[in-house]
């Protein structure tokens, strides 16, 4: 058969399962998990461009996903703001908080890098937790009005997956598309060599500040559509924790390609819920697996499909496909 | 808890030094140490020094089968397969501490129970007395046993070129091993010296991890007098700051003050020379 039209086909019936989705899951339940990947689907495509594309590390994810469910739930319950104009302004925010993060991280690398950024993270996390007349402390916040579109309010947990769906496809092709432009080639060449990048004519401090902007923009989109769609946050959401699971979706999935962070996203929220049957162990479980996923695939599930991977050469060997006689048949 | 900032921060340098990875379960490790000495001494009621001495022991073995497990067959990837791998451990203990010992805290009484020393007008608990008396002595054994003994010399050469010490004939591999072992019994020390203090319970390390590896950095990345400056400055840091400033903002200082010294001057007080060759 042509590779082309296996393409299509898989395609097409991954569209129909993702769109299927909600009538798949046994409950409202995992409707809403699923909802909720769907953000983190988000997250981790912000964060791919920082280290996926650009080669940094960064723990800072949930901070920014935080600042961004915060600017939403606050303007939204304190100052009544519709939510139509309080999801831009969280993602400006947010990205805000990138540029800040971004500046200071010009210099560093390596394990400063991930300390700054962790730093930054738990710093965030104390301030909503502790600094209580503004974000109303550890507590939380509460009856946050859910999203109305054209005088419409999205009800049930379907009508918001349908939603949300909208705004990940959208991520996900604005992810691609700027992986193929020119910013996207110098995210690539930083990540490869600096010096180099910076000597073919890369603007250094622009592409590592944009890059953190950028993924710091989506988290804070993706904070808004959180706090919108769950109408309650606290400040434990958002620790460090959060990020270091965010960091291992983009890397469980594949760091660098528009697929790996959703796989991960995919993955990271369901196996934990699957694993709940097993109570308290589920999370050493978790720790297990990471460790195993960094022993056997430290490049990730997609790396595993990739044309050049062991399994399609073991595909290949088999007779069963290959890039050769796709075009033939 | 300076001193103890410094023995965590220790051990996280040594490691770093040795194959320039960053352990994020050290904190997890500290933790162990305090649970092992802790079940001995309660559970199996042994006198309290040969338990602490039994727990370290056990956190040096463990530490092996740490970097034989998470550590070794990594050691070709890049930096951050093995960091992200030993979070994955650090998850794994923290959340096996809690199935194991249950989420209760333990108290665990030190050699001095509850007892004060009165100098003068201040009242001192002895436990931090011992603390940082055992603290200077660790820093003392490993300045000598790096300098002076052969296999010292050898582990620092490892740390210094993994390739060179090969060719001098010294078995890298080995040194690694040991130098994990080192790391973890350090860790040891610092949960049974610190168990008196805080509950021993399975989230002790989290944050105490973290703010070691922060202060190595506060004092340097990879220098050992800047990590157990970097500790103590910590300590007396938040001690001061919760006074004076805020004190609901304690944990917070630590992260501020480590993103400053990274803004103005990035090699931390005593830090390593940092340079790229094109």
């Known amino acids: 058969m042509n590779k082309k039209y296996l393409r299509a086909i898989i395609g097409v019936l991954l569209a129909v399962v993702v769109l299927a989705v909600p009538s798949l899951m046994p409950d409202n339940y995992y409707v809403g998990l699923a909802n909720l990947t769907l953000i983190y689907i988000i997250v981790a495509i912000g964060l791919n461009f920082i280290y996926g594309y650009t080669g940094y590390i960064s723990f800072a994810q949930a901070g920014f996903f935080g600042v961004g469910a915060y600017t939403s739930a606050l303007l939204a319950v304190d100052l009544h703001v519709n939510f139509w104009a309080a999801l831009p302004l969280s993602g400006i925010s947010a990205a805000i908080f990138g540029v800040m993060l971004g500046l200071p991280a010009l210099k560093l690398s390596g394990h400063y890098l991930a300390m700054a950024t962790i730093g930054f993270g738990i710093i965030v996390q104390m301030v909503l937790q502790n600094w209580t007349p503004v974000t109303h402390g550890a507590s939380g916040i509460g009856s946050i009005p859910g999203v109305s579109i054209g005088g419409m309010e999205l009800a049930s947990q379907t009508q918001y997956y349908y939603f949300l769906l909208v705004f990940a496809i959208l991520a996900a092709v604005l992810s691609w598309c700027i992986e193929h432009s020119s910013m996207g080639r110098s995210f690539k060449a930083v990540r490869e060599d600096e010096i180099a990048a910076s000597t073919s004519g890369i603007n250094l401090t622009f592409t590592k500040v944009f890059s953190f902007a950028l993924s710091a923009l989506y988290a804070g989109i993706a904070g808004s559509l959180y706090a919108h769609m769950s109408s309650y946050i606290s400040p434990d959401t958002f620790s460090f924790d959060q990020s270091i699971i965010f960091f291992t979706m983009v890397l469980v999935g594949g760091a660098g390609t528009v697929l790996g962070p959703i796989v991960g996203a995919v993955l990271l929220t369901f196996i934990p819920e699957l694993l709940r049957f097993m109570q308290e162990y589920y999370m050493a479980l978790f720790g297990i697996a990471i460790v195993l996923v960094m022993l056997f695939i430290p490049q990730g599930i997609v790396s595993f499909f990739s044309a050049d991977s062991k399994l399609s050469a073991w595909l290949a060997n088999h007779g069963l496909h290959s890039k050769e006689r796709g075009g033939n048949t | ?278």
Not at chain 2, 4 to 9: D, H, P, R, T
Not at chain 2, 32 to 51: K, R
Not at chain 2, 270 to 278: N, P, Q
Request: with cysteine.
């Open chain 2, 1 to 278: 808890m300076g001193a103890i900032y410094a023995l965590v921060a220790l051990g996280i340098v040594v490691i770093a030094n040795a194959v320039n990875v960053v352990n994020f379960a050290q904190g997890e490790n500290v933790m162990l140490g305090a649970y092992v000495a802790a079940t001995l001494t309660l559970t199996l009621h042994l006198p309290l020094l040969s338990s602490y001495l039994i727990a370290i022991i056990i956190l040096g073995l463990y530490g092996y089968v740490f970097q034989r497990v998470a550590y070794f067959p990594l050691r070709k990837k890049p930096f951050i397969t093995v960091v992200v791998s030993t979070i994955g451990v650090s998850l794994f203990l923290k959340n096996i501490a809690r199935i194991i010992w249950g989420p209760q805290p333990i108290y665990f009484s030190g050699l001095f129970g509850e007892h004060t020393i009165q100098v003068a007008n201040i009242f001192v608990d002895p436990q931090n007395l011992l603390i940082i008396g055992v603290t200077t002595c660790l820093v003392i054994f490993q300045y000598y046993f790096f300098a002076k003994t052969p296999l010292g010399r050898q582990m620092q050469a490892t740390a210094q070129d993994q390739e060179a010490a090969s060719l001098m004939g010294i078995k890298v591999s080995r040194m690694i091993a040991l130098t994990f072992i080192y790391s973890s019994m350090l860790a040891a020390a610092a949960g049974v010296l610190l168990a008196p203090i805080f509950f021993v319970s399975a989230d002790m390390g989290g944050s105490l991890g973290l703010k070691a590896f922060a202060a190595s950095i506060i004092g340097g990345f990879g220098s050992v007098p800047g990590a157990i400056i970097g500790g103590l400055f910590l300590g007396v840091l938040e001690i001061f700051g919760a006074a004076y400033i805020s004190s609901v903002y304690k944990d917070v200082f630590a992260f501020v003050i480590l993103i400053l010294i990274l803004v103005f001057m990035p090699r931390g007080l005593f830090g390593e020379k940092i340079s790229t060759k094109v």
